[in-house]
């Protein structure tokens, strides 16, 4: 009958009465009824696709509420994938002569049930021949002993699931074998009851209720639409290449799915043995999703391991299972290999665990509610884990130790119980590219000679650090957005010795960075902005190196450095830091909010300090960068904070180099305790809302060849001992140099001018030398003493001292001199392009 005979709409209602195989013979008719047919809409589709019992909601069982993209496509994949089996038998090289033999009319179906051929299935299996069907009625089927598979057959359930319940357990001894519509439940003598050591078996739509699936290699597996449950499993050693597709495991005591390498001795044979089952096999696995989001395709491309290990189909392949209210999901040893992509973890103890020198590639998975950490890696494990949503976990999301080095790029690591991701015991790893955020602790925490490296990462809302390294955690922290954290953005204690590099660290609730007692680390060139405590925070007990920072507009302190044993304050405490309201050299910081945090938090069970014994030696331990004997602040720029700019309470030495300290709202730099020597050399302090330098009593200061340009008030007060060398003291609203109390002091070989009040006072009882000075008027109005000291004054002597003043000339430019120290010019000119720089012929 010809098509045009009718009109498309009476053609399709007529073909939606057809059953599907009465569909597939007018679909061979000619092209015209080809086309006819696959014109069906998408409804008619849907109704044959989930009326074979065989076939399930292509997006069971993680999204059965998502409509596929087409329901015919989803059928026609269910179709070929029925046929996979067929594809690994010993007549592969000749395909097509199996599929002639397929269609052969002596291929026998078997019935097996009451009142059918067969009544039991051992029956049915011992007349069988190469690829019959064997097709059980509605029952429960019972074998008291190990049943054998020896020719390639079909066992298919007939009617919906549930109807057909197998109590065996089945040995193949045979090279492929398909499964389907069946339930399986373990013979009273056995827990496994199916096992194959050599051939495929290929599982559709069964269940298994406290049974185990047992593969070994070179045997192979595919399941697709299977349920395991009441503590079901499926075992995987040695296998080369396995699928277990859209599945659903619960209840498991232990874990779900076992994924071992093989055995010691077989370690090399099966790598250069065990290959892929079939070429078609593995084109059907090739059809796994490369769609990648753009920054994963940028990771891709500039680290080719990384892309070798997203392309890789070797070992245990998971997609679209999901794993709930159990123990355990995957269990990979061994050597094991396994890749999982677009499962869904729930409400387990564990997720993933990946141990001894095992390989992982997880994709696009979602880890949430596990009681313990989502991901476990340990022994050397490694892999790829990219694109996962990794939330709301009991403990850590990701656990990386004992050597384990994965690389983590793109994933959304958030709103965990505890922290992010935590390295310790000499793990490793690559993270890189993440969005860590709402952890309730750190987002990163570094421990027990972790040492990972960290970059590209957005790290951000934690409620407590952003990342915390100390117990001797290392690693190399670079070019990560770390804000809006509720403690430090980065915090270092207890031996940690980090290289924290090139960060943003901004918008935090607390300080910057705080490097607690014992800290260590080299931090340079990081951006620490708009924080509401310090930009930096440094216990006087710790070692680090602070180069080339750029720690501006925070609301306290710029960088802080305080004694460890000092007491909190409470002013501290309730937000009114000193310094905001004028002094700026009052008052301490909080010893350490996360001093009391319990460092065995992320210990499992039973493994309690286990890795001591893995750890680097001591040597091993220490950074390879410069050594150092004194904590350095060298480059920095301190520019717009809340209060000091630097503010030193400290019982140990500390060395401040060629740092940039302008505009802060304080005083520039405030020593107020410093037992041991603070060395401030080539710094330039300028335009800070109260004094340049302020240095309180029983403090030892070194300072020398720096430039105090145009505070508030004084350019320079000392209470302390030390020395005063060399420095260019210009424009300040108060005193050039105000030397009072008890101090012992050398001020030497400086070129002071004030804009009003005195160059240089020495006031009370002040011992030590006032010489080859250069003393210059400032403004032309000033009428104060340039060189003043208390009468009756005789420990401290004034001599060689150079006084200049302007000349009549009233319209000369003032403050600034010719030549500043060329360590300071560069900066000065950078802060002010514009100044009109002076030539000494405006002065007598």
Known sequence: MEVGSLPMELWRLILAYLPLPDLGRCCQVCRAWRELVLSLDNTRWRQLCLGCSECRHPNWPCQPHLEPPSWREALRQHALATRTWTQNGPELQTSACLVFFRRRKDRKIWHVGPGCEFETLRGALGVAGPYDRVVLHPGVYEEQAELAIKVPVELVGLGTLGEVALLVCMEQQCPTARLCNLVFMPPWFSTVVYKTSWGHVQLDNCNFEGAQLQIRGPGTCQARFCSFSQNSSVHLVGVALSLLDSCDFSGSDTASVTVEGPPTSEKKLGLQVHGCPGKDFTNLLSTISNTRALTFQQELERDPEAN??????????????????????????????????????????????????????????????????????????????????????????????????????????????????????????????????????????????????????????????????????????????????????????????????????????????????????????????????????????????????????????????????????????????????????????????????????????????????????????????????????EGNCMSYNGAVGLYVKSSEPLNAFSNLVNCNQGTGIAVQQSSQLTRLVANCILENGRGGVAVEKDSRVELRGNGVYENGSHGVIFCGNGQIVENDVLGNCGYGIQVSGNADIKVLRNRVQPAQGCAIAVLGAVRGVVHDNVVFQGHPGNKKTLLYMDSGNESCVLRNNSIMKHNNNTFAPVWILENPPLAHKPALLLAFPHLNILHDSEFL
């Open 308 to 633: 070798m290990l997203a392309a890789a189909t070797l070992g245990c392949i998971l997609r679209r299972c999901l794993f709930r209210d159990g123990k355990g999901g995957v269990h990979i040893s061994n050597y094991g290999q396994a890749r999982l992509e677009g499962n869904i973890f729930r409400g387990l103890n564990y997720a993933v665990r990946c141990i001894q020198n095992s390989t992982i590639v997880m994709l696009r998975n979602e880890v949430c509610e596990c009681r313990a950490s989502g991901v476990f890696l340990r022994l050397s494990a490694q892999g790829l884990i990219a694109e996962n949503n990794i939330h709301s976990n009991g403990e850590a999301g990701l656990d990386i130790r004992k050597g384990a080095n994965p690389i983590i790029v793109c994933n959304k690591i958030h709103s965990g119980l505890r922290s992010g991701v935590v390295i310790l015991g000499n793990g490793k790893g690559s993270i890189r590219s993440n969005h860590i955020y709402n952890n309730k602790e750190a987002g990163v925490y570094i421990l027990f000679s972790g040492n990972p490296v960290v970059s590209g990462n957005h790290i951000f809302q934690g409620q407590a650090a952003g990342i915390a390294i100390n117990e001797n955690g290392r690693g190399i922290i670079t070019d990560n957005v770390i804000r809006e954290n509720q403690w430090g953005g980065v915090d270092i204690r207890r031996g940690g010795d980090p290289i924290l590099k090139n960060n943003y660290i901004c918008h935090g609730y607390s300080d910057g960075v705080v490097v607690g007692e014992r800290g260590r680390g080299l931090i340079e060139g990081n951006h620490v902005y708009s924080n509401k405590g310090c930009g930096v925070w440094v216990m006087s007990s710790s070692l680090p190196q602070l180069l080339g920072n750029f720690i501006t507009h925070n609301c306290m302190y710029g960088l802080a450095v305080f004694c460890r044993k000092d007491p909190e304050n409470i002013e501290v405490r309730e937000g009114n830091w000193p310094g905001q309201d004028g002094d700026g050299v009052n008052g301490e910081r909080r010893g350490g909010e996360a001093e009391g945090r319990d460092v065995q938090e992320n210990l499992e069970e039973g493994e309690l300090f286990a890795w001591e014994s893995d750890l680097d030696s001591e040597d091993e331990r220490h950074s390879a960068r410069r050594s150092i004997s004194v904590a350095l602040v």
